[in-house]
């Protein structure tokens, strides 16, 4: 299915901010006591840096966001602690899942704009191009060592799926 650039842009805004909230809720469990928090911090910076970019994009070409920010707020947050409260690992695992959903789903947006949109595909190149480090970290980091991984990790992504597609048309 051809998605319009404004659909691509209102459904990657809130995939960066519903990444900011999923960390928000892994920091508020695990706080900075654990090896990981650290890790966990520096891929929220480069999520909020993200969106930051997109809102930006947003405003200029008069595109507005997601009607769905309030549930992606406490769905994020809530993703976020309950796999902290798991485990570090389940909290990598949730990582994992959601950069690799969201690794195929900057690709394919690459694939649809190819030379149409430079400003827009190069922001989805260097946000994708990120977002293959968190998973690489996360999996580095244990991410399948969390309990019930295969479980975890698809369920994970299945829910991404959905979101991206309610995203784009709320």
Not at 16 to 29: D, H, S
Not at 97 to 126: C, F, K, N, S, V
């Amino acid at each position: 299915m051809t998605e319009t650039r404004e659909a691509m842009l209102r459904v990657n805004q809130a995939g960066e901010f519903g990444a900011i909230r999923i960390y928000a809720g892994q920091l508020a469990v695990m706080g900075d006591r654990t090896a990981l928090s650290g890790e966990i911090a520096t891929m929220a910076q480069q999520e909020a840096a993200h969106r930051e970019r997109f809102d930006a994009l947003l405003v200029k070409r008069g595109v507005r966001p997601t009607a769905l920010q309030p549930l992606w707020s406490a769905a994020g947050f809530a993703l976020g602690a309950a796999t902290a409260l798991i485990g570090p690992e389940a909290a990598m695992a949730c990582t994992a899942a959601i950069e690799t959903e969201i690794d195929r789903h900057y690709t394919e947006q690459l694939e649809q704009l190819g030379d149409d949109d430079p400003e827009l595909a190069g922001m989805i190149r260097e946000f994708r191009d990120d977002e293959r480090e968190h998973r690489d970290t996360a999996l580095a980091s244990g991410a399948e060592k969390a309990p019930a991984y295969p479980l975890l990790f698809n369920a994970i992504r299945m829910g991404c799926r959905v979101a991206i597609a309610v995203s784009k048309r709320i």
